[in-house]
């Protein structure tokens, strides 16, 4: 039987190779219940969802990566969210879209690919990078030669059932053949979308590495989440200041707030305002029109 939801790691006795393949169904379902993407857009968030969860999951931080694809073309936006407590999120903005859009289609010419890490404590980071490649897998590989200088090989599938991928990384030398790298890698350019899609990992790495010693771990668990939330939305309200919502209030009588990942709405009033900036902001912003 299938595991769903689950991202599961395994190593190579005689290789130099690490390694581990992801599988969302709910978790994507709920992305894209709360939002109709056109199918190039939903394919490439569905990636995103894989692939994110694939390289936090090697991440030793308590926190968040968050993989971004700002676009110049049709796509304007990809955002996903992978948290150390193996939850995610995802959005995208688009303009129209055609049918059968390629990825650089999409993206369009001076599109940019950010990976940042935020952590709980401490200061986050930032890698910003053109996109080259024809894939997303193919971007992601680049991205990582040439910040982390290490050897990684993606294989990323998506559709209106599930997202998938399975990546793999070199070790340091010292860890198996070195010659390992190339024979683990050259199969998995084998590796089909639909097979990914639709096996079990105990299939997937039969079929690929039968005559390999690969050792798989224990499945982990994946879910959408998000983290959005009335005291977060009022923190963003609060950096806006007190005369310019006031102001909002006065012309339109409430703030609604709608949450880009889950469409969760906030809505303030003219008494949530006030008690927001623990002041009678609106009627002094009332008082100071007249």
């Known amino acids: 039987m299938n595991q769903t939801d689950t991202l599961q790691r395994f190593i190579f006795d005689d290789a130099p190779v690490r390694g581990a393949l992801v599988r969302l169904d709910d978790a994507w379902q709920a992305v894209l219940s709360r939002r109709h993407y056109p199918a190039p857009v939903r394919d490439l968030v569905g990636q995103m969802m894989a692939a994110s969860a ?10 968040t990566l ?3 694809i700002q676009g110049k073309g049709a796509l304007k936006l990809a955002v996903v969210e992978s948290n150390a407590d193996r ?9 129209d879209v055609k049918d059968g859009a390629t990825l650089a289609e999409l993206v369009g ?17 930032q890698g910003i990078v053109a996109l080259e490649g024809d894939s997303l897998a193919q971007m992601l590989e680049n991205y990582m030669q040439r910040s982390e200088q290490l050897d990684t090989k993606l294989v990323l599938a998506a559709d209106a059932g599930s997202a998938a991928g399975m990546l793999l990384q070199r070790l340091p030398d010292g860890h198996g053949d070195a010659e390992g790298w190339n024979h ?20 997937i790495l039969h079929r690929l590495y039968h005559d390999d010693a690969v050792r798989l771990f224990d499945a982990e668990t994946l879910a959408f989440a998000c983290n959005c939330s009335q005291e977060r939305v009022g923190d963003m309200l ?27 709405q906030y809505v303030f009033d003219e008494d949530d305002v006030n008690a ?15």
């Open 276 to 290: 927001l900036f623990q002041m009678d902001v609106v009627h002094a912003v009332r008082e100071a029109r007249h």
């Open 54 to 63: 694939l390289l936090a999951a090697n991440l030793k931080f308590d926190g």
């Open 184 to 203: 683990v890698q050259t199969l998995a350019s084998t590796l089909k979308g639909e097979e990914l899609l639709e096996l079990p990992a105990t299939e």
């Open 109 to 125: 010419v001076g599109a940019q690919f950010v990976i940042t890490l935020d952590p709980k404590e401490g200061q986050p980071w």
């Open 66 to 68: 968050i993989m971004q």
């Open 238 to 264: 609060k950096m806006l200041g007190g005369e310019e919502v006031a102001n909002v209030i006065l012309e339109q009588g409430s703030i609604e707030i709608n949450c880009e990942f889950c469409n969760q």
């Open 87 to 95: 939850t995610l999120r995802a959005t995208a903005k688009w303009d």
